[in-house]
């Protein structure tokens, strides 16, 4: 019996999980957050099953691996809150490299019409009997420039959205694909030509606050931007000055860089003790989600097979083809020990 124990779940979590696990796995699911403080909880069990907030630095991996854990299982794609040098030679670390793009990319369009057409707010008003239009004036994707910002998987789901609008697509990626209906271009291009902003690109050291004060002068006025990667990747207080001067004309955002204190809890009832989100707000021409854009049935169902065939995979000798390689992630593919034995160590 393989014993796992999950971390920061949810109802459709253990929805999705129940369908797909046999007799041969055992999950005990906890609804806090992993953390220095919560690592005892894995006591006992082989494997850890993780999301986006967890925290997995190197005082939380060396507990675990005092613990005897032996895999750490990301039930999501992006591991920028991993330390893989304190857990090579340690702990393998894998993870859902895909789980229906088209969730999330769909789910960026629906943010940007909801935001361009005030569909949101005219939710609200006809609700109280208010049929007036005044001040819902939108303009047309048709004939528009929008910018992506991470041609993978996801941003080619999106790219292929926005072509069925009729819009001009600009795309930025370091490592351009083959077969994507966009136009190549250099970033700095994209940020001046794009009319919408969108962000579809794993964080990393190099793009870490990729929209800045400075990217953010160089951006068409009314400019709108669009973010359902990583919160890091926008400086939020650089965001909310562009917004405060009308340089940028419109923000939807499905993550943020201070979201783990914040997002997938009722924080209804408390008073909200970040105050740039705060602010973000309260801003009219702010749209916030609370890190949903992955949430449909496609998507809960791939990512739940995919993480248990990767404990089964791991537990059963197998090769681990969706181990995370610290020497690829490093950056050093030359060393990568997974191209000969199939795991990184």
């Known amino acids: 019996m393989i014993k796992a124990v999950m971390f920061d779940t949810k109802p459709y979590d253990i929805e999705s999980f129940d369908k797909v696990i046999g007799d041969d796995i055992e999950i005990n699911y906890y609804e806090t957050k992993l953390d220095r403080r919560t690592a005892e ?12 907030n967890d925290v997995l630095d190197g005082e939380v991996i060396a507990r675990l691996a005092t613990l005897d854990v032996k895999l750490i299982a990301l039930r999501c794609a992006g591991f920028n809150n991993v330390d ?3 857990a090579y030679g340690k702990i393998h670390i894998v993870r859902v490299p895909a789980y229906s793009p088209h969730a999330v990319a769909e789910h960026t369009m629906a943010m940007l019409l909801t935001s361009l057409r005030r569909i949101h707010k005219a939710y609200n008003r006809t609700r109280d009997f208010n049929f007036s239009i005044a001040g819902f004036t939108g303009f ?4 528009r420039t929008v910018g992506v910002i991470g041609a993978g998987k996801i941003g080619r789901a999106f790219i292929d959205i926005c072509n069925g609008f009729g819009m ?5 990626d370091k490592y351009p694909g083959e077969g994507v209906n966009a136009e190549f271009v250099e970033l700095d291009k994209l940020i001046s030509e794009s009319d919408i902003i ?3 690109c794993p964080l990393t050291e190099e793009n870490y606050h990729i929209i800045d004060g400075d990217s953010i002068s160089r951006m068409k006025d009314g400019v709108y931007i669009l973010n359902t990667s990583r919160g890091a990747l926008i400086d939020a207080e650089s965001l909310l000055e562009g917004i405060k001067s009308k ?6 955002l499905d993550v943020y860089e201070e979201e783990s204190d914040v997002f997938f809890d009722d924080r209804s009832g408390h008073i909200l003790q970040d105050d740039t989100l705060a602010r973000l707000l ?8 609370s890190h949903q854009a992955f949430l449909t049935e496609e998507a809960l169902a791939g990512i739940a097979e995919t993480t248990v065939a990767n404990i089964r995979a791991f537990f059963g000798g197998e090769k681990l083809v969706n181990e995370i390689c610290y020497h690829c992630s490093d950056g050093d593919v030359g060393e990568c020990k997974k191209q000969r034995g199939g795991r990184c160590f």
Do not use: E, Q, W
Not at 41 to 52: E, H, K, S
Not at 140 to 143: E, I, K, P, V
């Open 140 to 143: 047309d994707l048709y004939g």
């Open 84 to 86: 893989f040098k304190a």
């Open 168 to 172: 001009r697509v600009l795309a930025y």
């Open 198 to 200: 969108s962000l579809h």
């Open 282 to 289: 309260s801003m009219p021409n702010v749209l916030v989600t």
């Open 247 to 252: 340089k940028i004309g419109a923000a939807c």
């Open 41 to 52: 909880l894995a006591r006992g069990c082989d494997v850890v099953i993780t999301f986006v």
